[in-house]
């Protein structure tokens, strides 16, 4: 039987969470939601994992800011992902395999090229800067006080509408403060691309030459030129896409999600690993 759920603040960045299950054999799950909403976005596939994996240990957080998380001054990748290790070492947990949903993709890969790691899962987040270059081709429109009304077009592109009730009510707090998403978009809409890009090869060149574990969920097919780039940078990552699904593949498809954690119970942490790269 898996333990009952314990939430509390973890790591000193008092990321709210909940961490269920046992350690075991098994590579632990931790997993990371999107900018905008919080943790109970994994709550259906997680109850499907539990009849295909039971007693796995899964730790689920609120990111800083979001949900029940505490702000924090900086929310760049590598700072988030210092909070999220810091919250897994207060967990006790073993090298995970890391699970993240948009932003938190980024978020998943710079941790694994930074910490001990068991594997990637990400979901639906491209790792090239076409998205950046798009937001800094618009910053004054996300950084004036007509935020909140360009806000509704960005949720659109997301396409809630084809997820069933049962599961579109978890995005509820899709209603962002401006201020937090820029936090997590600071360093996209002022830092030179040059330096973004090199971020990204950094941390490409870490996961393809310790030929870590990488599964990519999308709701859509890649464009060629994004799939031929990706598979230059992460030769050893896989693409499954779950058609129609939108930016939710996990919430349109929560049993075949599930069926792709509980594939990862095995993964193992490479005889290469990263050495420690944030300040």
């Not at 098994?26 to 009849?51: C, I, K, N, Q, Y």
């Not at 924090?72 to 995970?96: I, K, N, T």
Request: glycine share 6%.
């Amino acid at each position: 039987m898996s333990k009952v759920g314990r939430s509390r603040a973890f790591g000193s960045a008092h990321l709210a969470g909940d961490l269920t299950g046992r350690a075991d054999g098994r590579s632990p799950l931790v997993l990371l939601h999107g900018l905008t909403f919080d943790r109970r976005m994994w709550t259906p596939a997680l109850a499907e994992l539990e009849r295909r994996d039971p007693g796995r240990q899964v730790l689920t957080l609120d990111l800083p800011g979001h949900g029940q998380s505490p702000d924090q001054p900086s929310c760049g990748p590598e700072d988030v992902a210092r909070a999220v290790h810091l919250a897994v070492e207060d967990a006790a947990l073993g090298p995970p395999v890391i699970v993240g949903h948009s932003i938190a993709g980024v978020i998943a890969s710079v941790y694994a090229a930074s910490y001990a790691t068991c594997g990637v899962v990400n979901v639906d987040q491209s790792l090239d800067t076409a998205f950046l270059r798009m937001l800094q081709a618009n910053r004054d429109t996300f950084t004036e006080p007509g935020f909140s009304a360009i806000w509704p077009g960005v949720l659109a592109s997301m396409h809630m509408e084809v997820l069933p009730d049962s599961t579109r009510y978890l995005l509820s707090t899709a209603t962002p403060r401006q201020e937090l998403v820029l936090a997590y978009w600071r360093q996209a809409l002022d830092g030179p691309l040059e330096e973004i890009e090199a971020m990204i090869e950094r941390t490409t060149d870490t996961l393809r030459r310790t030929r870590l574990p990488y599964s990519v969920i999308a709701g859509h097919e890649y464009e060629p030129a994004y799939a031929a780039w990706l598979h230059r940078r992460l030769p050893q990552a896989t693409v499954t896409v779950y058609p129609n699904s939108g930016h939710f593949p996990h919430l349109a498809h929560p049993d075949r999600f599930a069926e792709c954690l509980a594939s990862t119970a095995m993964w193992t942490r490479p005889t290469t690993v990263p050495v420690a790269t944030h300040r």
